[in-house]
């Protein structure tokens, strides 16, 4: 067979006196080793800034180190740089910001011939079940390292949307398999790489809170049933899935080595076959050379390095000022002329306000929970209930994760919806959507009360609402 299409919701994508000489504080660098483990030339980069910089505090130089991780081009196992070596043998990427850039959400291009390009869209495999694939795993990884055969050419294109769609739907092509067919049971679907500000937050949500607002029989008659993701441990304890698009991990550490094993390939104490995603149907990727046989390390990446990777990411976890709120006090200030009857001749908070009440009142903050509380106190700005609901058939895709059904989703948490490159900024779990508003619209089952709530707004309602949307 030359190619195969997923036939669901891919259509049917500081501080030291000692000012001389000021030293990393131990609690950052144990022995040294959080260098150590940077590489030999990024760890004398970053001794040199240090030494020339002003002190800076332990938790900003974890935030640093973790950078580093987070943009480090790993390469292939036995190279030189033992503490960037270890990639693949198969993988979709060769660094984390490859899918993420700037920790942000995927960049897709729309290319002149129809087609969608952007290593953040990967293809997940699953039997009906639930399953991996027997022979290619969980993902397809499209690229490989010297010496080794990527698993399949993976092509996912536009194509129209049938009539009443909000607009294209997208497709993806299968073909050049290096290990035979998937079986016939292996279904694929679309991910897209979502924007990571904000996602460590969601550890912090108290679990009761979530489990409150589960209704898997609907009996409060709202038509939300919203239901958890409960996941086994290879220990058989069995936690909560809040992230992923199917809250598919339990948390950020547990979402991170996933990505290490299935994008790059890489092992993680969490996760420790240097393989990655190679099965043990594909003896070669099984066979090659990883970047953890040179004795000196547990893993490819240590416990220590995902630490200071799980830093970084714990620190775009910081309000955003209300840029858009900004922007029209400053125009205002100005005395920019207003269209009368324009959302944007009221004030810039007024304007967000105006927003906000309409995002309660078109029903969308019953599972965009704007808050949710925090274990041990507080409050998390999630805009996510973290549970499964059915989003209908239009966006039913067939690679399933867990208990989740083909049209069951998390709640997308909607903090960083504004973020992204303008132009590459895709939304919904396969990338088809290229504006927020058309997200909306393919919006069904549990979510059809809203999606018709939002279609009936007025335009300048509507403008309204996305100019609070485009604050978060």
Not at 154 to 183: M, S
Not at 401 to 413: D, I, K, L
Not at 420 to 429: A, K, Q
Request: with cysteine; charged share 20%.
């Amino acid at each position: 067979m030359s190619g195969l299409v997923a036939t669901a919701a891919v259509r049917p994508a500081p501080g030291s006196a000692r000012a001389t000489r000021p030293r990393a504080p131990s609690s950052i660098v144990p022995g040294r080793r959080a260098f150590r483990a940077l590489g030999a030339g990024l760890a004398a980069f970053l001794a040199a800034f240090l030494a020339a910089a002003a002190p800076v505090a332990a938790g900003g130089l974890d935030v640093v180190l973790g950078q580093a991780i987070f943009e480090r081009m790993w390469v292939a196992g036995g190279a030189s740089t033992r503490s960037a070596d270890g990639l693949g043998p198969l993988y979709n990427a060769r660094s984390c910001s490859g899918c993420h850039a700037g920790a942000g959400p995927s960049r897709v291009a729309l290319e002149a011939d129809g087609t969608l390009s952007g290593p953040g869209l990967v293809v997940r495999l699953s039997t009906e079940a639930g399953a991996p694939d027997p022979v290619y795993g969980r993902q397809i990884q499209p690229r490989a390292v010297p010496g080794q055969t990527a698993e399949a050419r993976v092509t996912v294109r536009e194509v129209p949307g049938a009539p009443g769609d909000p607009g294209p739907r997208v497709e993806i092509d299968l073909d050049a398999f290096a290990y035979g067919p998937l079986a016939s049971d292996t279904r694929a679907g679309l991910r897209l790489g979502p924007d990571l500000a904000g996602r460590a937050a969601l550890d912090r949500i108290d679990e009761a809170a979530i489990l409150a607002r589960a209704d898997p029989q609907d009996r409060d008659g709202d038509g939300i049933s919203g239901r958890p993701q409960w996941l086994a441990g290879p220990d058989g304890t069995v936690r909560l899935g809040r992230l992923g698009w199917r809250a598919s991990h339990a948390d950020l550490a547990d979402q991170v080595a996933s990505a290490f094993a299935n994008d790059l390939g890489l092992s993680t104490p969490m996760r420790p076959d240097p393989a990655g995603d190679c099965t043990a149907a594909q003896a070669d990727c099984r066979d090659a050379r990883h970047g953890d046989r040179d004795g000196l390390t547990e893993t490819e990446v240590t416990a220590e390095m995902l630490g200071l990777l799980t830093a970084y990411l714990q620190s775009l976890d910081r309000p955003k000022p209300s840029k858009r709120a900004e922007r029209l006090a400053r125009a205002e200030a100005a005395g920019t002329p207003r269209a009368a009857g324009d959302v944007t001749a009221l004030s810039g908070e007024a304007a967000l306000a105006e927003g906000q009440a309409l995002f309660a009142a078109s029903g969308c903050s019953a599972c965009h929970v704007p808050a949710m509380p925090a274990a041990g106190g507080g409050t998390v700005a999630a805009f996510t209930d973290l549970l499964l609901h059915d989003m209908g058939a239009d966006l039913a895709d067939p690679a399933v994760e867990g208990v989740a059904m083909p049209s069951e989703w998390r709640t997308a948490p909607l903090v960083g919806l504004s973020s992204g490159v303008p132009g590459s900024r895709r939304y919904l779990h396969d990338g088809r959507a290229a504006s927020v508003d058309e997200a909306i619209r393919w919006h069904g089952g549990e979510a059809e009360r809203a999606r018709k709530a939002y279609e009936a707004l007025t335009p300048d309602e509507r403008s309204a609402l996305m100019a609070y949307l485009g604050d978060l």
